[in-house]
């Protein structure tokens, strides 16, 4: 059984920064690319970044792009999002999310819709609320 927990959110100051951690187990993680969506109250659940399953290859939402870094340690089985400038926009709950199929590339993570078939697992998500 597949288990992904996230780590990390909190309260933060505008421009301030977060790192996430979700630790993943019950899959051979080194083969699957991990993204990262985020839900705002109100709005739908929306993409933010995913990584390849060798970490080589990283693909961003336009809204976090030059401001979040995602990265992953296969040996620990964790990925990780650092977050930097922080805006009040930027406030919502954020989930990790392995897909359906293994070696699935990080661009195809970031048009996939969140609740399809195309994904495999979810976190329950972790709250990061961002001040002005």
């Known amino acids: 059984q597949v288990q992904l927990v996230e780590s990390g959110g909190g309260l933060v100051q505008a421009g301030g920064s977060l790192r996430l951690s979700c630790a993943a187990s019950?899959?051979?993680?080194?083969?699957?690319?991990m993204g990262w969506f985020r839900q705002a109250p109100g709005k739908d659940r929306e993409f933010v970044a995913a990584?390849?399953?060798?970490?080589?290859?990283?693909y961003y939402s336009d809204s976090v792009k030059g401001r979040f870094t995602i990265s992953r340690d296969n040996a620990k089985k964790t990925v990780y999002l650092q977050m930097d400038s922080l805006r009040p926009e930027d406030t919502a709950v954020y989930y990790c999310?392995?897909?359906?199929?293994?070696?699935?590339?990080?661009?195809?993570?970031?048009?996939?819709?969140?609740?399809?078939?195309?994904?495999?697992?979810w976190g329950q998500g972790t709250q990061v609320t961002v001040s002005s």
């Open positions: 999310a392995a897909p359906a199929k293994a070696y699935t590339s990080a661009q195809a993570m970031g048009v996939m819709t969140p609740g399809s078939a195309d994904f495999g697992s």
């Open positions: 019950g899959l051979t993680f080194s083969r699957y690319a």
């Open positions: 990584i390849s399953w060798t970490g080589r290859s990283t």
